[in-house]
């Protein structure tokens, strides 16, 4: 494959809000972020993905933008987000930001316009539709609850959001929509910004026919009749022309309804139109019939499936990104491994992992030092729209939120949205001010002062398995072949090219496992056991990397 700075690059994701509070309001910060820069830095990392940080009512924090050219006050300036793209780049690092076009807020001044009368030249910058019987257009459900119709007393008629009714989403058939977001691609381009990530952009194109939902599974719903729209990859290719390919930068797309299926057509290196997407095989493996909230057993032979089945689609024709967790999904160490008394030997299992497969590695901020799920005890101290609006729901249906709060401590998005934890000190020194969300008890255990003085901990384990993949380009751009596919604890694979040949061995149980391949020369490089030897005999979370000889 065609060697590119991005498919050799290692991400950071950072949500603002949870990262770091300079001024110690709570909220954390730009400027907050600019003081990390140093320890960023040091893991490793070459490009910093931000969360969104543009002006915006925060219905939905920040992911309901109001103005795509300002930053949010709660987080800072212009001239701080200046300071931060300069110490980035001085650091030898690069910045993606998050671009979030198949929607706005509904206080964006395009919204403002559009809905003061039918006849405005706003009006088609979004959906509108008249109603159907005295109700909405259809039957279409919004992600996060309730119709994904709004109705507008003003000039009756309904408007469409597939997310909140402050996330009205903009009308992408409108040519004038489409060179709004080339404007604002290129203004941030133009300021030295590196790429971005494209926030549901397989959601953009909507289809004419508007028909009542075609199954009762959501999952289906989305993928064949709200995702992949018949002008998805007309209007990716032409931002590309116009705009991305003027540049030296990095995309990824983030897509529900990106199956194995559609996964090429976004990012096949002859398609000109993204470099990876975001898809969400393994993070919906879970999902039951009632949704997110309902969540079901999976196996982790499915879940290898997941990478084997993505990396044999794109061997060769496109690039993949390995993620487990963002700032949507419960921590990683909690959903896929173990957190705990294993915990520590796990979220190194998973750095491992996330580290030595084919695709440009995300790490989530926190999961470096191997951050948990929270379980907050009432409702109210969640903050989530999503949370919130699954708890209004139970309540419409006479059911006590407390019942079911076992879900939400499960499943829900503030899982990974609790403070970053940074020292056992007042409030884990985040901020001095209470939080806009409470801390997750156990940062007296789990924070980087701790981990930064133990060669041994998880953030330790980060560093070196970056510094590993960045002297191995075989774990970049080398095959990939999962070995014992059906195994249920072992996820085990090699990964080579002509010069070099790794195995990577990695025990997804509580249990010890004799492993048995039948491979020679193993010479251990990397392990999660200060004792570990060279034999399989896999302790519990156990992981070892060997090179073969
Ligand atoms: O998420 C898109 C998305 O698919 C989510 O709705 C996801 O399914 C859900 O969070 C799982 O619980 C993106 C952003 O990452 C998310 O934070 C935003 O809320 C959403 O788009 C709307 O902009
Ligand atoms: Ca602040």
Redesign the pocket.
Known sequence: MKRVWWKESIVYQIYPRSFNDANNDGIGDIPGIIEKLDYIASLGIDVIWL?PVYKSPND??G??ISDYRNIMDEFGSMADFDLLLEGIHERGMKIIMDL?V??SSDEHAWFEASKSSKDNLYRDYYIWKPGKNGGPPNDWEA??GGSAWQYDEKTEEYYLHL?TTK?PDLNWENPKVQSEVNDIVKYWFDKGVDGFRM??ISLISKRPEYSDMISPVFEETIAKQYANGPRVHEFLRNLNKEVLSKYDIMTVG???GITLEHGLDYVGEDREELNMVFH?DH??MDMGEGG?FDPIPYSLVEFKNVFNQWDEKLAGKGWGSIFLG????PRIVSRFASDQEHRIKAAKLLASMLLSMRGTPYIYQGDEIGMTNVAFESPSDYRD??TLNYFKSLEADNKNPLDYIHNVHK?G?DNARTPMQWTDGKNAGFSEQTPWINLNPNFPDINVEDQERNTESVLNFYRRMIQFRKDNPTLVYGDYESIENNHEQIYAYRRWDETNEYLVVLNFSDQEVDFNPIITGLELLIYNYSDATEDLLMRPWEAKIFRVN
């Open positions: 969360c939905d924090n992911y309901d979030v198949n929607h992600f996060f997310f996330q926030d549901v983030e897509g529900p969400f993070m919906f997110k963002n700032h949507d999904f729209i999503e499943m998005r």
